[in-house]
């Protein structure tokens, strides 16, 4: 079984720009969760859907967003970014939201 | 709100050596409690989860509600154990059945040969 693939795995963006990470859970996994790792404040909650719908969200700004699409793939959307985004994003696939999280390998997002 | 805490920020034993990795959680309702490891290069993954109760590569974490630990411990520590430990506590704060892991921030085990 092919585990949790998330593209790109390296990004360089500029300060303003927007930036879009995607995710491709485990197959027959319908639960997708988003997490920021940085060296500052750890790993942290960004968001989780389940059958294309948003069931929580962490404490982050609005620019931070995410969509599910009917195949469970997950996009992650960051807009305006900002020095402070810099970090590697995961993305965890689980059966159905459970607490049992797979990760991918993360997406390390550099803003200059 | 949840919290979960690992003291120690790297942790040095010998090859052949006890090893404890302590991690403590806040939480004030029943709590779902799981060690992840991340080897060099290698994606986190989860090592143990404490419903299982199983011993995964040596490793066992008994949760002890009255001192809100969860501490992980192997007898013996391989080289290979090499590797960084996060504790996660995972709490449904949607309702809906969605569940949210509130990490510690690591700790760094290094395994002298």
């Known amino acids: 079984k092919a585990g949790v693939t998330q593209t790109p795995r390296y990004l360089i963006k500029t300060r303003g720009q927007q930036v879009t990470l995607s995710c491709s859970p485990i197959s027959g996994h319908r639960s997708v969760s988003w997490y920021q790792q940085t060296p500052g404040q750890g790993l942290q909650f960004l968001f989780e859907?389940?059958?294309?719908?948003?069931?929580n969200k962490g404490n982050f700004p609005g620019r931070f967003s995410g969509r599910q699409f009917s195949n469970s793939r997950s996009e992650m959307n960051v807009s305006t970014l900002e020095l402070g985004d810099s970090a590697l994003y995961l993305c965890?696939?689980?059966?159905?939201?459970?607490?049992?999280?797979?990760f991918g390998q993360g997406t390390r997002l550099t803003v200059v | 709100a949840q919290r979960v805490t690992q003291p120690e920020k790297l942790l040095s034993v010998f090859k052949g050596a006890p090893v404890e990795l302590k991690c403590n959680y806040s939480?004030?309702?029943?709590?779902?409690l799981f060690w992840y490891v991340q080897y060099s290069r290698q994606r986190l993954q989860l090592l143990l989860r404490?419903?299982s109760r199983e011993s995964i590569k040596g490793f066992t974490a008994d949760l002890n509600k009255g001192e809100t630990s969860f501490h992980l411990k192997k007898p013996f520590a391989q080289e290979e154990d090499s590797a960084m430990y996060y504790c996660?506590?995972?709490?449904?704060?949607?309702?809906?059945?969605?569940?949210?892991?509130?990490f510690g921030k690591g700790t760094k085990l290094s395994v002298i040969p």
């Open positions: 404490h419903i």
């Open positions: 965890a696939s689980s059966s159905l939201g459970g607490a049992e999280a797979f």
């Open positions: 996660a506590l995972g709490a449904d704060h949607s309702g809906a059945g969605s569940y949210q892991l509130t």
């Open positions: 939480y004030s309702g029943s709590p779902e």
């Open positions: 859907y389940f059958s294309e719908t948003q069931r």
